[in-house]
């Protein structure tokens, strides 16, 4: 009778509709032990708890899902992060439409593209501008240089490793303050102790923090020194992590010295030095501790970056709308160069 009951059903096109449940519900009805009562309708007695108990396996299962279980822990960051970074910055942009002046009520029907217009039209912004690439581009690139050179030497196993390791990174963890403060006295005009080096051989004296032609490259020395502790950490831990049987190898191929680093060491290193251009670039991009610590709002000529530029027209000429539409730029610059990096981490699955 089960078997006539159940070709009739197939008949009638599955009036049931078990065609459309999941094979393992209409197995599990033909095994239970009440498959053999028929209901008025022609099902299965015990199909519909069946359908329940498994209604209530799957919400368990999405309930015991390492995604539910984990919300409490990155929901209220999320939030957080949204609210107080991203909704702020959102903000920010929709004052940069406005001639909001930093007194009263927004007015949000003079929103318009005109400080950016006028951005186009100041010739400050585009020295700033070019400032900060310089900085950004020039720190960089001598960080790394400095950096990769201090690890190979300590990578060769010297005699007070540790010491010297710790010295090279002791800078590092100064603030931009502290190092400003200390680079200020190195680089007095009277008595600071560059210029009485450069005097022992008869040259200068020079103003080191006055002059227009020396005073980005005086900024960039001072957190390079700073900074090039940190880059070669990041080298030493990459060095360290390349087998010595590719050293061994090279040598045995009759590779020297310069052409086993260049050819065979250097470019295994590309993912430390990606990894540590990024952190330098956006050290370089909040220099503004260091400059104001030197200058306050009105740094010299040759050293006006972009950041005390927006600090300049919000809080000392009150243009907040003006200073939020650099603050934009600047954040559109930090974005072109984190995204790659996050793009390319992505690719590689380490996010």
Request: glycine share 8%; hydrophobic share 50%.
């Amino acid at each position: 009778m089960r078997s006539r009951a159940r070709h009739a059903r197939s008949d009638d096109g599955g009036c049931d509709g078990r065609a459309d449940r999941p094979a393992s519900l209409a197995d599990a009805a033909e095994n239970s032990p009440d498959a053999s009562a028929l209901r008025s309708d022609g099902g299965v007695a015990g199909e519909t708890a069946i359908t329940d108990d498994y209604e209530r396996t799957r919400l368990q299962r999405w309930r015991d899902s390492d995604f539910v279980q984990s919300v409490p822990f990155w929901l209220p960051p999320f939030l957080l992060m949204g609210f107080f970074v991203y909704a702020a910055i959102g903000w920010n942009f929709l004052i940069s439409l406005t001639e909001y002046s930093g007194f009263g009520d927004i007015d949000y029907s003079t929103i318009g593209l005109h400080n950016y217009v006028e951005l186009v039209a100041d010739a400050g912004f585009w020295a700033a501008t070019r400032n900060t690439l310089v900085l950004l581009v020039a720190f960089t690139l001598a960080c790394l240089v400095l950096g990769l050179s201090l690890a190979i030497l300590l990578d060769r196993k010297i005699r007070f490793e540790r010491t010297f390791r710790t010295i090279y990174l002791l800078p590092f963890a100064l603030s931009f303050i502290v190092t400003a403060q200390f680079w200020m006295w190195m680089y007095n005009f009277d008595f600071g102790i560059i210029n009485g080096l450069f005097g022992l051989v008869g040259l200068g004296p020079y103003s080191w923090l006055g002059s227009p032609r020396l005073v980005l490259g005086s900024v960039i020395f001072a957190l390079m020194w700073q900074f090039s502790g940190y880059t070669m950490v990041v080298y030493l831990a990459a060095l360290r992590a390349i087998p010595g049987d590719q050293y061994e190898a090279a040598r045995v191929d009759g590779a020297n010295t310069l052409k086993l680093y260049w050819r065979v060491i250097i470019p295994q290193l590309k993912p430390a030095t990606v990894s540590a251009s990024v952190v330098l670039v956006l050290f370089a991009l909040k220099a503004f501790d260091f400059l104001y610590a030197i200058w306050g709002f009105r740094p010299r000529r040759g050293a006006d970056i972009l950041a005390t530029k927006m600090v300049r027209e919000a809080f000392q000429r009150q243009e907040w709308a003006y200073g939020a539409s650099i603050a934009i730029v600047l954040f559109i610059l930090s974005l072109a160069i984190i995204a790659p990096y996050l793009y390319q981490q992505y690719t590689q699955g380490n996010l």
